[in-house]
């Protein structure tokens, strides 16, 4: 009986130390390694500080392929120099322009525009040629017709339904992502002009010139544009327009100020008297842009 209990205590021991040899001998469990930390997300691209139209003048973007856009340009007929009445401005009569664009390609757009002054309506299409998605410079050529329907004061047939052919190059060089420059060289095959006395519309023929804007990033949806239009033979002075645009998904709105009312290339291309406005006076407006991508 001793023995076997010896026996027992000897095979407890055994077994003891057997378990003990092989949990010392069993490998050590890998470390768990370290969590490396995740790289930020990089920030959204920089918004362009304009969209396929600056104020008047045409950028050297295109809407996306697919993409439908309606604009409204609104330009107050009293100066900003006029009184309490018309609350200096704001409630009087204004020119409106209505306009509508479809981009059937990646750089393609074409529209139509319906300026209130001469009844002109501008058929165009815009073709983006060089427009790399990181590079400093963009460039395209826009060119189109500009049919005026409204009756001369005078009743002249050779004054009524003047139409106008133009070609623009749209050259266009971003610093930093927030300032654009460009420049807009513009021939226009006709320009209408108003005489000195106010009433007979003259339209000098092969008409060149050189309009630029330049627009920036404030922040992220706020944009401050401005244009010029240099002086020509024939013109009353130098014409400009700037604004101050905020911009949501598929919107922009602009506040404008400016001696330029029209919005079509024959009229805003020349700035003169056809307006029946001092290059001296400035006028209140705004730009409403809506876009739909249809696909």
Do not use: C
């Not at 006395?197 to 000098?204: A, I, R, S, V």
């Not at 330029?260 to 056809?274: E, F, G, H, K, P």
Request: charged letters at 15%.
């Amino acid at each position: 009986m001793r023995t076997s209990i010896v026996g027992i205590a000897a095979t407890l021991v055994l077994a003891g130390a057997a378990g003990a040899f092989g949990q010392s001998a069993a490998p050590a469990p890998e470390p768990t390694p370290a969590a490396t930390p995740e790289a930020p997300e990089p920030a959204p691209p920089w918004r362009p500080p304009e969209g396929s139209t600056i104020i008047n003048l045409p950028s050297a973007d295109t809407n996306p392929a697919g993409s439908l856009q309606f604009n409204i340009g609104h330009r107050f007929s009293e100066s900003v120099q006029s009184d309490t009445h018309s609350f200096f401005s704001f409630f009087s009569p204004a020119q409106v322009n209505l306009g509508i664009s479809y981009a059937p390609l990646r750089g393609v757009e074409t529209g139509i525009l319906r300026g209130e002054s001469l009844e002109d309506y501008e058929f165009w299409g815009k073709w983006s040629f060089f427009a790399p998605a990181d590079g400093p410079f963009h460039a395209a050529v826009r060119a189109g017709v500009d049919w005026r329907t409204a009756r001369s004061f005078t009743g002249d047939p050779l004054q009524d339904n003047r139409s106008t052919v133009f070609a623009q190059g749209i050259l266009a060089f971003t610093i930093a992502q927030r300032i654009r420059v460009t420049a807009v060289p513009t021939y226009l095959s006709r320009a209408p002009v108003t005489s000195a006395d106010g009433f007979t519309t003259l339209y000098p023929r092969d008409v060149f010139n050189v309009p630029v804007a330049v627009t920036a990033s404030i922040t992220r949806s706020i944009n401050v544009q401005g244009e010029v239009v240099p002086r020509r033979e024939g013109a009353s002075g130098v014409g400009w327009i700037a604004a101050v645009e905020k911009t949501v998904l598929r919107h922009r709105f602009s506040f404008t100020v400016g001696n330029i009312r029209a919005m079509t290339v024959d009229q805003y291309s020349l700035y003169n008297s056809i307006q029946l406005a001092s290059s001296h006076k400035a006028y209140f407006g705004f730009n409403i842009v809506r876009l739909w991508k249809l696909n």
